[in-house]
């Protein structure tokens, strides 16, 4: 793999885990573990197919399905994602003997941008939701929040497998934040219009 598969490949995982969360990081180390589609071993970053770094993801997992929907965790849980992600996209870069810190710059901003336009979407689908019945909006937050994690998943699945969808990815999520963006901005223009 030449340097230009291994930053899709890296860009692919950062924008993963953002758009999947801890579970996507959880496979991608697992992933890692297994020798598929990645092998940091031998590299600086070695520690991500570690059994201990795979329990502190398993328990990252763990607090972000617990404390779902508590704001004072929002930001943390962000942090937090966005290091796995810095540390996804500079170990492909590693793997393939090239310099990992532009990967941990890159990949921590990949990450928190597709997880602020996953937490975007997410807060307008509840707020939508939150018109109809309690149950209703409920089973729609969980089926959305399954949807993102299976979406993570599958993206970094084929970002180790088959890296230039990776682009293709983060042109569709560059793309769906510019439209919602007009479209709140349309919202507020029409409010401001009926002062």
Aim: proline letters at 3%.
């Amino acid at each position: 793999m030449d340097l230009f598969l291994a930053i899709c490949q890296g860009l692919g995982l950062a924008l993963a885990i953002g758009i999947g969360g801890a579970l996507v990081a959880l496979f991608v180390a697992a992933m890692a573990s297994l020798e598929a589609g990645m092998d940091p071993d031998g590299t600086d970053f070695s520690f991500i197919s570690e059994t201990w770094f795979l329990a502190i993801l398993f328990a990252l997992v763990v607090l972000g399905l617990v404390s779902r929907g508590r704001a004072a965790l929002r930001y943390p849980l962000l942090i937090l994602l966005s290091t796995t992600g810095a540390l996804a996209f500079a170990a492909s870069l590693a793997e393939e003997g090239e310099t990992a810190w532009p990967g941990l710059i890159v990949g921590a901003l990949a990450t928190a941008v597709a997880a602020m336009i996953a937490a975007d979407i997410l807060e307008g689908a509840i707020s939508r939701a939150k018109g109809s019945d309690k149950e209703g909006a409920d089973a729609a937050v969980n089926t959305l929040v399954i949807g993102f994690s299976f979406g993570g998943i599958l993206l970094a699945a084929l970002s180790l497998f088959v890296p230039p969808v990776s682009l293709v990815a983060a042109f569709l999520l560059l793309a769906l934040a510019l439209g919602r963006r007009r479209k709140a901005g349309e919202k507020y223009e029409g409010l401001r219009i009926l002062r």
